[in-house]
């Protein structure tokens, strides 16, 4: 996932639907977290991130999503501690995310994880409990109890080299998970993963969360974060767009379609200066309003136009429209 250049700005407070959390509830925290990168053969810089400033709950599964040059592991590999600020902060359990103490608490799936490939799922756990100095009693338990919660008890001895995308994905689970950490950094979790997968992967994660997991996740499948996230991000060219709970974004952005047929040229005319969001098909017209003004006036100027008013329904608002709209926004200001 590169990084781009960003256009400079702060986020519209209108965009934020919260704000930070308490010191009680937050475990993590960013305050105008900035990066930049010095451009190669060049005196120049390239801003990464802008400004960020998110806060992530005891116990939430948080969305972080964007497009490719959005910000994404840039901000995450600062939240890892795995690179310098070049201004703002980050904390984590309330110490710098740069802190060695605070990893005991910290579990990280990366994106298409690397293993060993002549190891078999026991001895990789095995392998990573040893870097945890966990006694050999404590490795073997945890590994049985890992495999079993990830499905992976009757192919514990196949070779990580024969494992499927979702297979390697779910030992890749149990491995961030093996220190029992109080956060989960996920990065693309799903990506890559067959229908079945994803879903498997997904009811890992609502599991997590019920257990009282934190768990943070990057990913560009808006879908999966709608489906499984309390919270969301969305980042653009490096600048926060769109924050907040996910059924607050959704309930910001809905809107009614209109289903009208036997509209005059001159009725059409008027209601596309009203509204762009107008499509026509054989005759039928469906325009969708953003107020209830609007859906007044496109049912006044089909009614003075005599033509024929098929339906008036709310539109369902998905993530993606919500992402669409903060990023095409992002790129006229």
């Known amino acids: 996932m590169p990084d781009e250049t960003p256009s400079p700005g702060s986020v519209p407070s209108s965009q934020i639907q919260e704000g930070l959390g308490s010191d009680e509830d937050t475990i993590l925290k960013t305050e105008n977290l900035t990066k930049e990168f010095r451009a190669p053969l060049s005196s120049n810089s390239v801003l990464a991130l802008n400004k960020l400033s998110i806060d992530v709950r005891r116990g939430e599964v948080f969305g972080l999503v964007g497009p490719n040059g959005s910000g994404k592991t840039t901000t995450l590999k600062l939240l890892l501690g795995l690179l310098r600020p070049t201004s703002g902060r980050v904390e984590v359990f309330g110490q710098s995310a740069r802190n060695i103490g605070i990893k005991q608490r910290i579990g990280f799936l990366p994106d298409g994880p690397y293993f060993y490939d002549y190891l078999n799922a026991d001895e990789l756990l095995d392998f990573y409990g040893k870097l945890f100095k966990f006694s050999k009693e404590e490795r073997r338990r945890k590994t049985d109890e890992l495999l079993e919660l990830v499905g992976l008890t009757e192919r514990r001895k196949m070779h990580v080299k024969n494992y499927s995308k979702g297979m390697t994905q779910r030992v890749g689970l149990a491995q961030a998970l093996l220190n029992d950490p109080d956060l989960l950094f996920l990065d693309e979790p799903t990506t890559g993963l067959d229908p079945l997968g994803a879903i498997d992967m997904k009811e890992q994660i609502v599991g997590l969360r019920k257990r009282g997991k934190t768990v943070f996740i990057c990913s560009h499948l808006l879908a999966d974060v709608q489906a499984i996230c309390d919270?969301?991000?969305?980042?653009?060219?490096?600048?926060?767009?769109?924050?907040?709970?996910?059924?607050?974004?959704?309930?910001?952005?809905?809107?009614?379609?209109?289903?009208?047929?036997?509209?005059?040229?001159?009725?059409?005319?008027?209601?596309?200066?009203?509204?762009?969001?107008?499509?026509?098909?054989?005759?039928?017209?469906?325009?969708?309003?953003?107020?209830?003004?609007?859906?007044?006036?496109?049912?006044?100027?089909?009614?003075?136009?005599?033509?024929?008013?098929?339906?008036?329904?709310?539109?369902?608002?998905?993530?993606?429209?919500?992402f669409v709209r903060a990023i095409r926004g992002g790129e006229t200001s």
């Open 231 to 322: 919270r969301v991000a969305i980042l653009h060219r490096g600048n926060l767009v769109r924050f907040g709970k996910v059924e607050d974004l959704l309930s910001d952005t809905r809107r009614t379609e209109v289903v009208a047929a036997d509209l005059d040229p001159e009725a059409v005319q008027e209601l596309e200066k009203l509204t762009s969001n107008i499509t026509t098909d054989n005759g039928r017209h469906v325009i969708e309003a953003n107020t209830p003004d609007q859906v007044f006036h496109i049912m006044e100027i089909i009614r003075n136009s005599k033509g024929k008013l098929l339906a008036v329904e709310p539109k369902s608002e998905t993530l993606e429209d919500v």
